[in-house]
């Protein structure tokens, strides 16, 4: 049971570019989240997806989309990469949205821009 | 003042001592409350969570959840060197739209 699978592990882009960040559940969970975490700031939430079908923004979402491919996975889009976007950006998921749905984290990418 | 606080650390305990992390967070309408536990370069990891005022016991991680006061705290008896690590509060907050706030955590040292 692999949980949350995130891909790549490490990416290095150049400013302007754009790339996508995958990640995969196998819990039969409806929700999903990406965050970003930086020094200092803790983790902060980018996107969210309540259940399949449905995104919404969180407090972050400048520079972003998403894509809820369908229940299993939910990629993160950066269109043209900036260095304030370097960061490491956790996947996680939860049976459901709402009071008391502890989160499951992905193992993280770590992306530099530079 | 920000929604969820955590004092940064380090917070630096003997092994075997009880370790007491703190937590406080601005949302009344808050209900319930996680803590995680994530080591230097990886995932964070849920420890346990609390929903009711009072203390909630796991093996040696014991919550507390004090709602009037708008504080939660993680007790971790017998810390281990194995605990070393920085914990993360987050509250899921009850008012409005979604909102799933973690603090910026405490990094725990435990000395053997």
């Known amino acids: 049971n692999a949980g949350v699978t995130q891909t790549p592990k490490f990416q290095v882009l150049k400013t302007g570019q754009s790339m996508t960040l995958q990640c995969a559940q196998d819990m039969n969970h409806n929700s999903m989240y990406w965050y970003r975490q930086d020094p200092g700031m803790g983790l902060r939430l980018i996107y969210y997806s309540a259940s399949e079908g449905t995104t919404d923004k969180g407090e972050v979402p400048n520079g972003y989309n998403v894509s809820r491919l369908n229940k299993r996975e939910f990629s993160l889009r950066l269109e043209s990469a900036a260095p304030s976007q370097t960061s490491v950006y956790f996947c996680?998921?939860?049976?459901?949205?709402?009071?008391?749905?502890?989160?499951?984290f992905g193992d993280g990418t770590r992306l530099s821009i530079l | 003042q920000k929604e969820v606080e955590q004092n940064s650390g380090p917070l630096s305990v003997p092994e075997g001592a009880i370790a007491s992390l703190n937590c406080t967070y601005s949302d009344r309408g808050s209900q319930s409350f996680f803590w995680y536990r994530q080591y230097s370069g990886k995932s964070p990891e849920l420890i346990m969570f609390?929903?009711?005022?009072g203390d909630k016991e796991d093996g040696r991680f014991t919550a507390q959840l004090n709602k009037a006061s708008q504080y939660v705290s993680l007790l971790i008896r017998d810390s281990q060197p194995s605990d070393s690590a920085t914990y993360l509060c987050a509250v899921n907050m009850g008012s409005g739209a979604y909102k799933y706030i973690f603090g910026t955590g405490t990094r725990l040292k435990v000395l053997a």
């Open positions: 996680a998921s939860s049976e459901a949205l709402g009071v008391g749905q502890p989160q499951h």
């Open positions: 609390i929903y009711s005022n």
